[in-house]
């Protein structure tokens, strides 16, 4: 049976991975990027370069995005020469990003309405697995779209789940998140207010470690507070990005988030501090030093 041809846009480090990947199981790609360089060694193994989202939208049966924003999502679907413009009947978008649920159901309804269909599909683990086709995916849309383009999500993910309409892969994606982050950052302060007080922090971590605190988020946290290895590989400006989204989530289901607002504020100002390419354990720094 003759194979998708999938346009993607979106090549930082788990695109670019995810599209080697496709391309070295027999798919022919059409690419986007604003880093040139990304997109010639995609092109150098195949790939075909567009040069609009229209373009590679009309010339794609299944579109992927991977990108940083819900506000650029939308910039690319909605631009006069945007993913809306051209894309076919009949046609996938796949949603690989972290973005608001909200938005994903109106682009949902406006693809609807140009007879394509639409999948959100937020990812787990790391770039490394996405090019080995590795990845845990959180899928949700219409299951007979899901189905549609389920064989190729098999071969970019070892764990590929549906979980529900369209928006409930985003909105898992977010409380998933949620509760990561804001455990890192209060095992983070933990560690600090222990440094402050003059307590130990490997014997800290020796003593929450036995009990049912322990998780690979503590380890995670042990290995910067108390090692100095930061080995994480999710950045404050993104968890800081995702909580934002996860407080305007909350805010559109009509409740509120004091523990959200709480990890934001101090993902905001660890950022305002000129942290935010570190890795969230390394926010213990910010803790570290921070003054009432």
């Known amino acids: 049976m003759t194979k998708p041809v999938i346009g993607f846009i979106g090549l930082g480090l788990m695109g670019g991975n995810m599209v080697e990947n496709l391309q070295k199981r027999g798919y022919q790609l059409n690419v986007m990027d604003l880093n040139k360089e ?41 631009a006069d020469d945007g993913i809306l413009a ?27 309405a140009k007879g394509a269909g639409m999948i959100d ?26 189905n549609k383009v389920k064989p190729v999500l098999d071969e970019q993910g ?23 982050m804001t455990t890192v950052v209060a095992m983070s302060q933990a560690f600090a207010v222990a440094d402050r007080a003059g307590v130990n922090r490997q014997q800290l971590f020796d003593i929450m470690s036995a009990g049912p605190s322990n998780s690979p988020f503590m380890q995670f946290c042990k290995n910067y507070a ?3 290895v930061s080995d994480l590989g999710f950045s404050i400006a993104n968890a800081n990005k995702d909580l934002g989204y996860f407080l305007e989530m909350v805010k559109d289901l009509g409740t509120e ?30 803790f570290l030093k921070l003054e009432k």
Not at 49 to 75: N, Q, R, Y
Not at 88 to 108: M, Q
Not at 158 to 171: D, Q
Not at 266 to 282: I, R, S, T
């Open 38 to 78: 990304a997109v010639a060694t995609c092109v150098a193994r195949g790939a075909k370069e567009a040069s609009s989202a229209k373009e590679l939208a009309a010339a794609s049966d299944i579109v992927m995005l991977c990108l940083t924003t819900s506000a650029v999502v939308e910039k690319l679907i909605y």
């Open 86 to 112: 051209g894309i076919k009947e009949g046609a996938v978008l796949v949603d690989f990003g972290t973005s608001i649920p909200a938005s994903t159901r109106k682009i949902g309804e406006d693809l609807a």
């Open 121 to 146: 599909a937020p990812l787990g683990r790391t770039p490394a697995h996405a090019k080995d086709g590795l990845l845990n995916i959180m899928a949700a849309g219409d299951i007979d779209t899901f």
């Open 158 to 180: 070892e764990n590929v789940f549906h979980l529900g309409a369209l928006g409930a892969g985003h909105t898992t994606k977010l409380v998933n998140n949620f509760m990561g």
């Open 226 to 228: 108390v090692d100095g």
């Open 257 to 286: 988030s004091k523990i959200a607002e709480g990890s934001s504020a101090n993902l905001a100002a660890a950022l305002d501090a000129g942290l935010g390419n570190g890795n969230v354990p390394e926010i213990f720094d910010y």
